[in-house]
């Protein structure tokens, strides 16, 4: 390629000759027109293509030079040609000269991995004139007395030439990084070998940085960089000056995508002869072209995460902007008194791209700061005008991550932290094996991070953002914890960002404890704000730079508050991170935290004191509905002459908060003057408002006030979601308006919104409640069978209410057949499915197959435990049934006092309808030893499951049946043993119990029914001493034997003698009840017959 000399002595021998109105040709290579008008007109082409990165000058603007561009068009002369302007002083406007400027500089100083650029592919050529070999040896001979201005010449028309072109040679790489043995050049189109696209040219790596006209070429450190299955186009080289060069094209960036032949959309391209054809194509219609390149470096790749967004601000806006060197607008200050959108959304260092024109709303791209003040001016005080922003985070990833060892296939999700972490060890070792001498040098320098522990970080965060993403909260434990060891092991300080993410990925799982500790560790500050000392768990290895403390860092330890309702742990660290060291809560005093974190980002603003106000509301009492209410007083109203150095200002999220706080409670009239304050001030309701003043209704009991709002909230104009809907079906549900509720979720789908499977559950469980278990099933089946629906049925909640209602009916099949049906649709059953199959099994009376379920249970709940133990005994596994219910009474508080009740019910009765009485006395044991006082459920499960009965037989008919079917032997022990265990700790015995003691007595008879004869005496003596009042106070009582019942009636023979003798038998307390009448008729029956024995 040596055509650029071959111009520059093409123009020399033009002037010589003196020849003004044509070059004629000099040798058979074309070249280029040093026009400086064609190269303004590229500059312009440019500018069209790519208008937010390059500006034009506007057309009048050039009008006053165009008389000498016009001039150079027609020709060049020898006087023009031989006083060629210097380039202080070339005719070029200052605006484009500046505006130039910034724009190389804005290339420079931007390194991305995918960047596009726009060239010009329309080359102007000049026809030049043949001369004699006469004309040429004149020529020679009279250039040789001008040689050394004739060598400045040459130079001078090569620098012009090298300056209007491309300068750009491509190249096909297959597959195995081979390189194809033709390169296209894109000035002519044509193909050229490795020979021709390096002659004449200059390599060499000295003059890398300053020769212009020099190449640089494709090296082999950098083609290694592509993968081994790449297939696609390289830029062989570039020569340094031309405009490719200028654009920030390098050696070894791939060619992705170029223009399309018509429009700006750009296509794929992977051959030479794409890239050919979509050229000679694009400049019949274009004279410019974009092409999208992807940079490939050895050394360092700056990764750059841009946003952009947009705002609708309105006049003042607050911001300080200026032109940087970097050819952007650049947000360089924020005011006081800035509204509350901007201080929350706008950031030092945010770029401004485009703003709305005043016609059209139509965004313009910005250039400097005065075509954005002249936008934003034009609109009146108030008038809103939207701003696009561009806000740039860059993420560093050293050379170390080439030299890691990259696994062969993606790992498993199961051990992606685990590789990552080794990933960053063996990044850490292979850095410090490089980086020794530096680290050396500057370990002593706070906060300096090496290249390994750069990368950890940016891996990091990278790391938890996708797990958050994806919401796995079990994971998200498991990755915070590995994430924090490879920061200990790497020596690294956390960042502010990094930190963010640690404790958001803590919060999402719930774990308060682990998000406070953390903080306390990283920080050592208290995380309740209080002064007390923290012990850090990793000795201070764990840190972060002083700047990662700081509004954001701290809104995550605030929500770990608010998840725990610790509302006055909350308001300390307000006040700390306010600086108020005077404050004392809760018996605490408040820390300053003044100077320990960014004093830039420290204050707190709304979104922390909304925090502190949900957690208040989150506690659920009293006091915490009085702190929330001092909270929302605190903060000012929002308005336009808010103090600037306040608190923070009241939003929608605040009085949103505030209405939910009051739902809690069923305060409805409090939260409708919340709502009258919000319609009062500048901010609007939206679909969470209403919702929370649905709740609040529905909690005071007025479902009525709760249909009303719901139509208040469509007169708005503000469409119900389903949770508005779902929160009023339950409410009608759980009142047994079925049929309310089936009206409102007709009226819900013609408004377009479809049922959910909440909605489907809400109606099942109120069916359910309804005592409805047949319809339940029904309407579960006919979603399941509709094509439009089933999706929404394959929910574990759905599948296990329906189970639930098979239980109902008894149909254990069923229920087995449901929890087949859900393992087939891949729904996994939980602890409440399981739950609810052990009572269809119960129902079914298939005990076995219920204790095996239970048995299969993981962590069972309590219900699953009183469910449980039901079918332990009805099994017949006493043994189990009585570890389970004693590890509830020695500590293991699971189950509920009434639940633990219930479960020595079901023992009692399973045992005695076994006969195992030894069971049975050691359960009725526990349970008075335990503290529990029998209750009525606990003696009818005793008489039902001896069959005890409470009345005579009127018939003898209905006697002798009796007496052919009665208890077996140790029933009347028992019984004799519940007395004196009841005696034992002064306890009364049920009426109708002791009725059925004295039937039982008097259908044995002999000495069972003389023992139930002298319970009656006992009985009766008992509630005469109760009434007895002594009229002598010396009067004393002489101590005599206690006999105890089961003892009297094992040694009656024996022990009937110290009954006459004065010997004491144990009280018999029945209270009075409604059934008294039925406990006088069992003693008469055993009394009469008493007598009638002792006359024999």
Known sequence: MVQYKDAALALLASIVVGQATSIQTYSSTAFMIPNNRWKDSAIITRTRSNSRRYSAIPYDER????????????????????????????IVDVLLAKKEERRVARQQSTRKPVYQVTLPIVVIRATVATTNENDVTATESSSAANGERLASLVAKGQDIAIANTVGMSL?????????????????????????????????????????????????????????????????????????????????????AATSATIGSKLW????????????????????????????????????????????????????????????????????????????NNIRIGDRVLSVESSIGGQMWDV???????????????????????????????????????????????????????DGFRRAGRVAAASEAPAAQAQQALPGFQSAAQKMLLSRSRDLLRTFIARNEVTKNLKVADRVIEAVVDSGAALDGRTLTLILAAYNMCNNADKTIATFEDVFGLAGDGSEKEVKRVHDGRLSADIAALNTFTISGLLRAHAVRGDYESALRVLAAMEGDAAMTMGGKPTRSWSGKGDPLNMLPDTRAYN???AAAANRGTKDGLDAAISIFESMPNPSLSNPPLGKPAKNLVTFNTMINAYARFGHYEDALGV??????????????????????????????????????????????????????????????????????????????????????????KGLLRANKPGPCLTFFESACSDARTVALTENVQLYTTAISAAAALGDH?????????????????????????????????????????????????????????????????????VELITDQRSGQKTLSGKQVMSGFNSLLQSALESGEYDIAREALTSLLQAGYIPSKFTFQAMAEGLNLHRDMPRTAALLKARQRSLPSEGTFDFLLFVLDSLEARKLAVNSEFYSSILVLGAELGGLE?????????????????????????????????????????KNYSTLKEDLSNGAQLPSIRVPASKQFGRVLAAENAVSYRGRVAARR
């Open 63 to 90: 009008s006053s030079s165009s008389d000498s561009l016009q001039e150079q068009d027609r020709g060049f002369s020898s006087a023009g040609l031989l006083n060629l302007p210097d380039d202080d002083d070339e």
């Open 171 to 255: 190249r096909q790489v297959y597959s195995g990084r081979r390189l194809s043995e033709l390169a296209l050049d894109v000035d002519t189109l044509r193909f050229q070998s490795f020979g021709g696209e390096l002659q004449g040219r200059d390599v060499s790596e000295e003059k890398a940085d300053e020769s212009l006209g020099s190449l640089e070429v494709l090296q082999n450190s950098v083609l290694k960089l592509v993968k081994e299955s790449f297939d696609g186009v390289v830029v062989s080289s570039v020569t340094r000056g031309g405009l490719a060069w200028q654009a920030g094209v390098r050696a070894g960036d791939v060619l």
């Open 268 to 343: 794929p391209k992977s051959t030479l002869d794409g890239v050919r054809s979509a050229i000679s194509s694009r400049k019949v219609i274009s004279s410019s072209m974009d092409f999208e390149f992807r940079r490939l470096t050895v050394d360092k790749v700056e990764a750059e995460s841009v946003q952009s967004f947009e705002l609708s601000l309105a006049r003042p806006i607050g911001i300080n902007v200026e032109d940087t060197d970097d050819g952007y607008v650049t947000v360089t200050g924020i005011s006081d008194k800035a509204s509350e959108v901007v201080a």
């Open 367 to 421: 250039y400097n700061t005065d075509g954005l003040t002249s936008a934003v001016t034009t609109r009146m005080p108030g008038q809103p005008v939207r701003i696009r922003f561009e806000r740039v985070e860059t993420i560093d990833e050293e050379a170390v991550t080439a030299r890691l060892p990259q696994p062969e296939s993606a790992p498993s999700s199961k051990s992606t932290m685990t590789d990552a972490v």
């Open 611 to 613: 925090i502190a106000l």
């Open 675 to 764: 709502f009258k304050t919000l319609k009062e001030s500048k901010l609007q309701p939206d679909r969470v408002t209403y919702t929370a003043l649905i709740k609040t209704s529905i909690k005071s009991g007025n479902i009525e006030k709760a249909l009303d709002i719901l139509d208040d909230m469509k007169w708005a104009s503000i469409k119900p979601d389903i949770v508005s809907y779902n929160t009023i079906i339950e409410a009608l549900c759980n009142a047994n308006r079925l049929f309310e509720a089936k009206d409102l979720i007709n009226e819900m789908e013609t408004a377009g919104l479809s049922p959910d499977s909440m909605t489907y559950g809400l109606l099942m």
């Open 813 to 881: 099949e069923r229920a087995l057949d449901l929890v087949a049906r859900m393992n087939q649709a891949g729904v996994r059953p939980n602890k409440k499915t399981l739950t609810a199959l052990m009572g269809a099994c119960i129902s079914g009376r298939k005990y076995e197959a219920a204790a095996e379920i239970f048995s299969k249970i993981k962590n069972p709940d309590s219900h699953a435990i009183s469910v449980g133990l039901q079918a332990l005994c009805m099994s017949g596994n006493f043994d189990s049934a």
């Open 1009 to 1049: 029914m003389r023992i139930s004869s002298i319970l009656t005496r006992s009985r009766k003596n008992s509630n005469q001493k109760e009434f007895k009042i002594s009229s002598d106070p010396t009067d004393v009582v002489a101590e005599s034997r206690l006999i105890l019942w089961e003892e009297l009636y």
